[in-house]
């Protein structure tokens, strides 16, 4: 299991290297594509996909509405762009196009890869700019998959193993970008973080992030620059 992980962490830096921050979403999901070939795992079912096709039987995931958006990847904001931009002036006057077209800051926070996923289609639509929360458990919302939508309370509970990771980018982006998280929020994400403590995997992925973004995710662990080419 070691040597499969350094050899994973070996290839994102060699893929990682080849690129540059992007500057836009829609370069963003293009880098993205590249840095997460190698495992190909997207976030909220630990599903495997290839290309953008999802193998939806395999990890047991069942569409809950829309069988073709379950089938394939879109690239997710952890922290929904709604809630990057909602609390810029760019937002009150035009929403996301206006910010995407006028504020640099947003555009740089939109295109931050340390924010971005892969996500079966389905369930990104269905967690929309939802916040995250503790939910009674509903066996069977999309089949095996551990995550969970409620949709009258606009809450979404993430499966176990990428609590801690969400929390941890919740509190990168809040730094980095200076958003506002509420009380219950952060009391949340506190929780999580001591709850879900940094693994394996999203080490080795801060360390792709960093190589591609320039900087890496510091609630997550310091990460080497100089290893990335």
Not at 130 to 137: C, H, T
Not at 150 to 160: L, T
Request: hydrophobic share 35%; aromatic share 12%; charged share 20%.
């Amino acid at each position: 299991m070691r040597v499969r992980l350094l050899a994973l962490v070996s290839l994102f830096t060699v893929l990682s290297a080849q690129a540059s921050a992007p500057q836009t979403f829609s370069e963003a999901k293009k880098v993205a594509w590249k840095l997460y070939a190698p495992q190909s795992t997207e976030f909220y079912c630990g599903c495997k996909y290839t290309g953008n096709r999802v193998d939806l039987k395999a990890c047991g995931y069942v569409p809950r509405k829309n069988a073709n958006r379950a089938a394939r990847i879109e690239w997710e904001h952890i922290v929904p762009a709604w809630q990057i931009g909602h609390q810029r002036q760019c937002w009150q006057s035009g929403g996301r196009k206006n910010c995407t077209r006028n504020d640099p800051v947003y555009k740089v926070a939109e295109a931050d890869l340390h924010n971005l996923v892969p996500s079966i289609g389905e369930v990104n639509g269905d967690r929309s700019n939802f916040s995250f929360g503790w939910l009674p458990v509903q066996k069977g919302q999309y089949g095996s998959c551990l995550t969970q939508v409620d949709f009258k309370s606009k809450k979404v509970m993430p499966r176990p193993s990428i609590r801690g990771m969400i929390a941890r980018t919740y509190f990168y982006m809040s730094q980095r970008y200076n958003l506002r998280l509420s009380k219950q929020d952060r009391q949340l994400y506190e929780a999580w973080d001591k709850t879900y403590p940094v693994q394996a995997w999203e080490l080795q992925r801060n360390q792709a992030v960093a190589c591609v973004m320039g900087r890496g995710n510091d609630f997550v662990g310091p990460v080497n620059l100089k290893a990335c080419g």
